[in-house]
């Protein structure tokens, strides 16, 4: 719902990317900021570019200060996962790559590589939801594999535990 817009603004210097989103039913200018995007302005129909820049340039403090942090976290995140650059996942090495996002924490399997997204992406955080996916995975796995063999075999089980 509503119409996004991608600009860039220059604010003491530097080069801050925008996405404005025209949302219908806003009232006001509201402003936030996602390592992803950057800052995300949500405006209501009839706001200017001009009304929108003046709001910006008033709340620029703000900004410079959200972004300096964002940017500082950014750096602490380590690019690569420590232990090793793969992990194995049904016989097949697999990349860990590590995302930040403002949604849920996930693991996603593509192509040969497990992207992590984690709100705050440490190693300790990748860790432990490496950890609970490869054990869902097992499960969701080894079920499978039972039901197909007990069909196979013309066996009944009640309850698989690993």
């Known amino acids: 719902m509503g119409e996004w817009i991608s600009t860039q603004w220059v604010l003491q210097g530097k080069n801050i990317p925008c996405a404005i989103r025209v949302h219908p039913r806003s009232k006001r200018i509201r402003?936030?900021?996602?390592?992803?995007?950057g800052l995300v302005a949500t405006v209501a129909p009839g706001c200017?570019?001009?009304m929108l820049f003046r709001f910006v340039l008033r709340h620029q403090a703000w900004v410079l200060r959200h972004i300096e942090r964002m940017e500082q976290t950014a750096a602490t995140i380590p690019k690569r996962w420590p232990y090793g650059s793969t992990l194995p996942y049904q016989a097949e090495e697999h990349e860990v790559v590590l995302q930040p996002t403002s949604l849920k924490a996930q693991v996603i399997r593509q192509e040969r590589q497990l992207i992590v997204h984690l709100r705050q992406p440490t190693i300790e955080a990748a860790r432990r939801l490496l950890k609970r996916w490869?054990?869902?995975?097992?499960?969701?796995l080894c079920h499978w594999h039972a039901m197909d063999w007990g069909?196979?075999?013309?066996?009944?089980w009640r309850r698989l535990r690993i």
Do not use: K
């Open 31 to 37: 402003l936030s900021l996602r390592p992803d995007t």
């Open 48 to 50: 200017t570019r001009g």
């Open 134 to 140: 490869y054990w869902t995975e097992a499960l969701r």
């Open 151 to 156: 069909m196979q075999l013309g066996v009944r």
